[in-house]
């Protein structure tokens, strides 16, 4: 109660601020696994373009974990998403073992809408970063309760069987009260509910080329649609999580399927910010994945040539695109956890 309360003076803090100025919105779009390599051979592949080459400014993060120079999505999400590095592995929780706030948390006591989509389950380490504190991403079952007691306002994802066939016996979907749960495309474009919860699949998702559907920039076409119509700023993190799994395979093929559904997504994204002039827009990887080179191809043809290096991740640094108000901030050079920052001073009065 006494946290509601204070969330509830937040408010009242943030109606009378507002009447005065308005706060900008945030979409973070995470590729993750998504390097230079990734972006140019999937440029290439694409008759040489990507919605990327519109964006104002351009940056490098610099991914390494606290304990690792190979860091994995926990760790790099958790210093993204609350400006902490920690151990490989870990969820919301710094190398000192406090659990941080995530900025999806600080835009939510500030009276923002929050949502996150992911192509993977919504449990998986990239999204949870942004609402769940658990020293083991593996953790999906408390991943999921965490997300049940959460005030996330939308979310997009995999992973329905970690909240209702559970070792508790619990069904947190019956738990979560506030929440219309659509089951289809159709369903969410008509929900008029504040809180919605799309599971797109029981478990992970399968593959683009394996029929995975809704389409990404489907999903984020009606999220904005929705989002924008609601009397409030909001944050949104939007992950194109399987250009990693790609990677991880070394099947260039997936990489590029998966990269391009990621960058239509973009351009649906930089299509509503351009017409709405007060969404900052940052699109950036947690981490290489497979040590990609591009030796080889035809850029005419389309047609690309990569080799991996690696059936995990690698340790260089990954682009940082911005774009919209403050979006000067993200160029330069900078440690992971410094997009927090940077995020938190977009948002700040
Ligand atoms: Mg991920
Ligand atoms: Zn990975």
């Known amino acids: 109660m006494r946290l509601k309360f204070s969330h509830f003076l937040l408010l009242i803090v943030?109606?009378?601020?507002?009447?005065?100025?308005?706060?900008?919105?945030?979409?973070?779009?995470?590729?993750?696994?998504?390097?230079?390599?990734?972006?140019?051979?999937?440029?290439?592949?694409?008759?040489?373009?990507?919605?990327?080459?519109?964006?104002?400014?351009?940056?490098?993060?610099?991914?390494?974990?606290?304990?690792?120079?190979?860091?994995?999505?926990?760790?790099?999400?958790?210093?993204?998403?609350?400006?902490?590095?920690?151990?490989?592995?870990?969820?919301?929780?710094?190398?000192?073992?406090?659990?941080?706030?995530?900025?999806?948390?600080?835009?939510?006591?500030?009276?923002?809408?929050?949502?996150?989509?992911?192509?993977?389950?919504?449990?998986?380490?990239?999204?949870?970063?942004?609402?769940?504190?658990?020293?083991?991403?593996?953790?999906?079952?408390?991943?999921?309760?965490?997300?049940?007691?959460?005030?996330?306002?939308?979310?997009?994802?995999?992973?329905?069987?970690?909240?209702?066939?559970?070792?508790?016996?619990?069904?947190?979907?019956?738990?979560?009260?506030?929440?219309?749960?659509?089951?289809?495309?159709?369903?969410?474009?008509?929900?008029?509910?504040?809180?919605?919860?799309?599971?797109?699949?029981?478990?992970?998702?399968?593959?683009l080329t394996n029929g995975r559907s809704p389409g990404l920039e489907s999903l984020v076409e009606i999220s904005l649609q929705k989002i924008s119509s609601k009397n409030s700023p909001f944050f949104m993190m939007i992950e194109g999580s399987q250009i990693d799994w790609g990677s991880h395979d070394n099947n260039l093929d997936y990489m590029l399927s998966e990269f391009q559904e990621f960058d239509r997504a973009i351009k649906k994204v930089l299509e509503f910010a351009k017409k709405d002039g007060n969404t900052l827009v940052i699109v950036t990887a947690d981490h290489e994945t497979g040590g990609l080179s591009l030796i080889g191809g035809n850029v005419s043809k389309g047609r690309v040539k990569g080799t991996f290096s690696t059936k995990g991740h690698s340790g260089t640094m990954v682009p940082v695109f911005s774009y919209g108000p403050h979006s000067n901030l993200f160029s330069g050079i900078y440690e992971n956890t410094a997009i927090f920052d940077k995020m938190k001073q977009a948002v700040t009065p």
């Open 14 to 207: 943030f109606s009378s601020y507002s009447q005065n100025q308005k706060h900008t919105n945030i979409i973070l779009m995470i590729g993750d696994g998504m390097g230079l390599t990734q972006i140019s051979s999937g440029m290439y592949a694409n008759n040489n373009a990507t919605a990327l080459e519109e964006f104002e400014f351009v940056g490098l993060s610099k991914t390494y974990s606290s304990d690792q120079i190979v860091t994995d999505s926990a760790a790099s999400g958790t210093a993204m998403a609350t400006g902490y590095k920690t151990l490989n592995g870990v969820l919301g929780i710094d190398s000192q073992n406090i659990p941080q706030m995530s900025i999806l948390e600080h835009c939510n006591a500030m009276g923002y809408y929050t949502a996150l989509l992911a192509t993977s389950s919504i449990v998986h380490a990239t999204p949870a970063s942004f609402y769940a504190k658990v020293p083991a991403r593996s953790q999906y079952q408390d991943i999921a309760l965490q997300l049940s007691e959460h005030n996330v306002d939308l979310f997009i994802g995999g992973g329905k069987k970690h909240f209702e066939s559970r070792e508790d016996g619990r069904n947190l979907l019956k738990e979560m009260k506030g929440y219309e749960f659509v089951t289809s495309l159709k369903e969410f474009e008509k929900s008029m509910s504040d809180k919605i919860g799309y599971f797109t699949y029981s478990d992970e998702p399968p593959t």
